[in-house]
């Protein structure tokens, strides 16, 4: 058990690479192994095309607010590109930059036909009523119409945004280009949203996590489990892995870490956030413990399920996990990614262990394309196939080239996005 006095800097305290220093870090490390030319590296790890608008909207007391909308597209080799959007204040265009590319590893990685893009607003949505969220997204939809669509790029939720933010997205880009529920997705299910959205990334993971262990030996039930955060990705795949059998011993949001090492009961957890806001701030069936206490936990797999850069140099050394599922995106920094290799530590990649998402995004786009509606069976057990598929090529290409499972990835993902680019005959 980790003590109080024990837990590292968070990551407000320490300094951090750039964003985009870091996807670029991953991508040399596949390329070098991949014997990949410098001329084309430059060409593919360049976006296309970085826009920054000015989003200037009404407040509910008649002020205008003026803040930046970014939309990043990294890629369309593949196909049209697509990415989430995300409001937050620390959104910048380096963050942008960064996470429209790894969109572009992702789908290429489990063989999506997309490439990759990304978006964000620098506000704080937590701030805006109702209405001027509202507003505030038709305001960047006025800015971007012309560059989004559904053979261009097809935005999705992300950190601050929801099924509503997309319903609004949709309804003010068909005013200028009619009926066409496929220029977004993660709407919805009654507006054309597709079942099991909402719980893919964290069931996503869930399937990986199970496909995980059985490579490496270990038995569900003998797996402790630790979750940092309890939002969307973090409550569903610890929702699938305790439907599995898997001990979660600990899960942690913003107000607390909450442990039980025989052990947490997660549908408990589970109504608790329900009925509390989605915190579990004052859940009483496990010992409390501050937050910060579950990275550094004696577990056998640890999914970081929250924030970026949680894992860094100044804390890698005290990561006792046997495992980690990169969950959140970018948890693990390329300095910390070095200290856990050393230590044996086994990472699946954020590329690869978040794209349940972007897998079920693709459903939904797929069936509004067809105007027919998939089961939720059929969504799961799509999902599984995809995955399950895209795991056997990362672990083979990982044996065949004795490389780390992050490098593997990155290799399988920037060799099928260098055939794509050089099939479709341009740049060669
Ligand atoms: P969310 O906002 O629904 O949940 C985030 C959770 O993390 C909350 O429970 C919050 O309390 C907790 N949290 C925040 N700071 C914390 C801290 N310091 N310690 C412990 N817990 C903390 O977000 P989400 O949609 O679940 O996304 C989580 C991560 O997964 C993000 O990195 C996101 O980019 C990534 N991701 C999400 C999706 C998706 O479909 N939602 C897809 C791919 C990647």
Redesign the pocket.
Known sequence: MVSPQSFSKQPSEVSFMKASESTSLYFNQAADKLKMAEWMRKLLITPKREVTVQVAFERDNGDIETVLGYRVQHDNARGPMKGGLRYHPAVDLDEVRALASLMTWKTAVTELPYGGAKGGIAIDPKTLSKKELERLTRCFVDQIHEIVGPDTDIPAP??GTNHEVMSWFRNQWEKYHGFNPAVITGKPVEEYGAKGREE??GRGVGILAVKLLKRINVRPDQCRTAI???????SHAAKFLFESAFPVIAV???SGAYYNPKGLNINELWSYSLKNGNRLDGFEGAERLP?EALLEMDVDLLIP????DVITKHNADKIRAKTIIE???GPVDPEADAILSNKKILILPDILA?AG?VTVSYFEWVQNRQHYRWTLDRVRQELEKTLSDAFENVWQQSAIHDVSLRTAAFMLAISRVQRATELAGGAV
Do not use: P
């Open positions: 992300d950190m893919a990334t940092q955060g309890f939002g969307n990705v973090g942690s949001d913003l937050a399920a929250a924030l970026g969950a959140a995106n978040n998402g």
